[in-house]
């Protein structure tokens, strides 16, 4: 995940009312807190954003995510104004946006941001490096600049070999690509993809997620990435922001979203999600508890506590053994009283970050699994029995809420 630091889009207490007189009585039912719903059958008006406040930090990835109608794309439009706002204020990188008019709005899109969408939005009568660097050629860039931007983004897409194809010879995931390249070719700070994935066909969907991801570790832009799927969202975002009839209902990492669900709604929504592909190893290991090579079976087993193994390290604090409850009593049975007898070395090691789907062959083995830092040295245990706590810990949280929906 991203670094993230100081805000660089900020949605304070906006409001987006759509119909003849959005600032009129709609907006005053909608800021006292009548529901989306309610307002439209009173007033006729619709309530696309209700008081939405979000920040999102520079070279994060911030996913917005809802159904249809939840005011997610709303809220990517306010920020490069191709909607005007009720209330509040849309700040980029400490502008007010939402007072840029004309030329000034325009010069300051094309200075700040790319936008990705959904349908690709390609010239059909342009080839592709032509379309990738159409936005520098509007900026007024020299050809040999635009040129050289263009293959630069093309090659980070992977489509440098395509750069004189036209649009109709590519695939849907290759046009996509080439929007996205068009978006990279002026290097923006700000990325804002809505949908960008949404027409692609599930496995090309995830090859996009990829790129998209090794694209930001190189790059590290600011993403307002806009979606309707829960599983993209937690697979791609830093952050995520969880919408609902125009409001937002909860922002958190993919960890917070999935494992502590602020509404039944949300708890709905993460029900169905493999909750391995979420939660990180660290989420859940013990810190360690190691053992010396020379310690004895009863000194290392009251050293355990609640840990079903320990590890024995090098110099360097690198595990290097494993002693189990279950190798001590067998080695005990034979009368030994030291653990070296006990200490065997095919156990499994995973990195903090590792996701817990990756480590569930290895956890099938029943062993204790090391998790080591990037320099080998043993920062936690994690047990198995301590994965299958967790999962019934969320599924739990998840099952009270649906039973306070049904109550």
Same mark, same amino acid.
């Given at each position: 995940?991203?670094?993230?630091?100081?805000?660089?889009?900020?949605?304070?207490?906006?409001?987006?009312?759509?119909?003849?007189?959005?600032?009129?009585?709609?907006?005053?039912?909608?800021?006292?807190?009548?529901?989306?719903?309610?307002?439209?059958?009173?007033?006729?008006?619709?309530?696309?954003?209700?008081?939405?406040?979000?920040?999102?930090?520079?070279?994060?990835?911030?996913?917005?995510?809802?159904?249809?109608?939840?005011?997610?794309?709303?809220?990517?439009?306010?920020?490069?104004?191709?909607?005007?706002?009720?209330?509040?204020?849309?700040?980029?990188?400490?502008?007010?946006?939402?007072?840029?008019?004309?030329?000034?709005?325009?010069?300051?899109?094309?200075?700040?941001?790319?936008?990705?969408?959904?349908?690709?939005?390609?010239?059909?009568?342009?080839?592709?490096?032509?379309?990738?660097?159409?936005?520098?050629?509007?900026?007024?860039?020299?050809?040999?600049?635009?040129?050289?931007?263009?293959?630069?983004?093309?090659?980070?897409?992977?489509?440098?070999?395509y750069s004189q194809n036209m649009p109709s010879e590519l695939s849907g995931g290759m046009q996509q690509r080439v929007g996205l390249a068009r978006a990279l070719a002026s290097d923006p700070e700000i990325l804002l993809m809505d949908e960008a994935f949404s027409a692609l066909d599930p496995l090309i969907r995830r090859q996009m997620q990829d790129e998209l991801l090794e694209i930001? /570790?190189?790059?590290? /832009?600011?993403?307002?990435?806009?979606?309707?799927?829960?599983?993209?969202?937690?697979?791609?975002?830093?952050?995520?922001?969880?919408?609902?009839?125009?409001?937002?209902?909860?922002?958190?990492?993919?960890?917070?979203?999935?494992?502590?669900?602020?509404?039944?709604?949300?708890?709905?929504?993460?029900?169905?999600?493999?909750?391995?592909?979420?939660?990180?190893?660290?989420?859940?290991?013990?810190?360690?508890?190691?053992?010396?090579?020379?310690?004895?079976?009863?000194?290392?087993?009251?050293?355990?506590?609640?840990?079903?193994?320990?590890?024995?390290?090098?110099?360097?604090?690198?595990?290097?053994?494993?002693?189990?409850?279950?190798?001590?009593?067998?080695?005990?049975?034979?009368?030994?009283?030291?653990?070296?007898?006990?200490?065997?070395?095919?156990?499994?090691?995973?990195?903090?970050?590792?996701?817990?789907?990756?480590?569930?062959?290895?956890?099938?083995?029943?062993?204790?699994?090391?998790?080591?830092?990037?320099?080998?040295?043993?920062?936690?245990?994690?047990?198995?029995?301590?994965?299958?706590?967790?999962?019934?810990?969320?599924?739990?949280?998840?099952?009270?809420?649906?039973?306070?929906?049904?109550?």
């Amino acid at each position: 995940m991203a670094q993230v630091g100081d805000d660089i889009i900020v949605l304070d207490g906006v409001y987006k009312i759509f119909g003849p007189q959005p600032r009129g009585r709609a907006f005053e039912l909608a800021s006292s807190g009548m529901g989306k719903d309610e307002v439209q059958a009173e007033t006729g008006h619709v309530v696309g954003l209700d008081d939405v406040s979000f920040a999102v930090s520079r070279g994060e990835m911030f996913v917005v995510m809802g159904l249809s109608g939840s005011g997610k794309s709303t809220a990517l439009r306010t920020v490069n104004k191709l909607h005007d706002i009720t209330a509040g204020t849309v700040s980029v990188e400490g502008t007010d946006v939402q007072t840029l008019e004309g030329s000034e709005l325009q010069a300051f899109r094309r200075s700040h941001m790319g936008m990705v969408f959904q349908h690709f939005a390609l010239f059909p009568h342009r080839n592709v490096i032509d379309n990738v660097s159409y936005g520098l050629k509007v900026q007024g860039a020299a050809r040999s600049a635009r040129s050289e931007a263009s293959m630069r983004a093309l090659s980070m897409v992977g489509l440098d070999a395509y750069s004189q194809n036209m649009p109709s010879e590519l695939s849907g995931g290759m046009q996509q690509r080439v929007g996205l390249a068009r978006a990279l070719a002026s290097d923006p700070e700000i990325l804002l993809m809505d949908e960008a994935f949404s027409a692609l066909d599930p496995l090309i969907r995830r090859q996009m997620q990829d790129e998209l991801l090794e694209i930001q /570790k190189e790059l590290k /832009k600011t993403i307002l990435f806009i979606t309707h799927d829960l599983n993209e969202a937690l697979r791609i975002g830093d952050r995520v922001c969880i919408m609902k009839d125009g409001a937002v209902v909860q922002i958190g990492t993919p960890e917070e979203i999935l494992t502590e669900p602020a509404t039944g709604y949300v708890a709905e929504f993460v029900q169905d999600v493999d909750q391995g592909r979420v939660i990180q190893v660290h989420e859940v290991m013990m810190p360690p508890a190691p053992v010396a090579a020379n310690a004895t079976i009863a000194a290392a087993l009251a050293a355990m506590d609640e840990r079903a193994g320990a590890f024995v390290l090098d110099a360097a604090g690198a595990p290097t053994h494993l002693f189990t409850v279950d190798d001590a009593a067998r080695a005990a049975s034979m009368g030994t009283v030291e653990v070296g007898p006990a200490l065997r070395t095919d156990f499994e090691r995973c990195r903090p970050d590792d996701r817990l789907n990756t480590v569930y062959a290895a956890a099938g083995r029943g062993l204790p699994i090391a998790v080591c830092d990037d320099s080998g040295s043993l920062v936690g245990n994690l047990d198995p029995r301590h994965i299958m706590e967790e999962m019934g810990r969320v599924e739990h949280l998840i099952d009270g809420f649906e039973r306070e929906v049904f109550l």
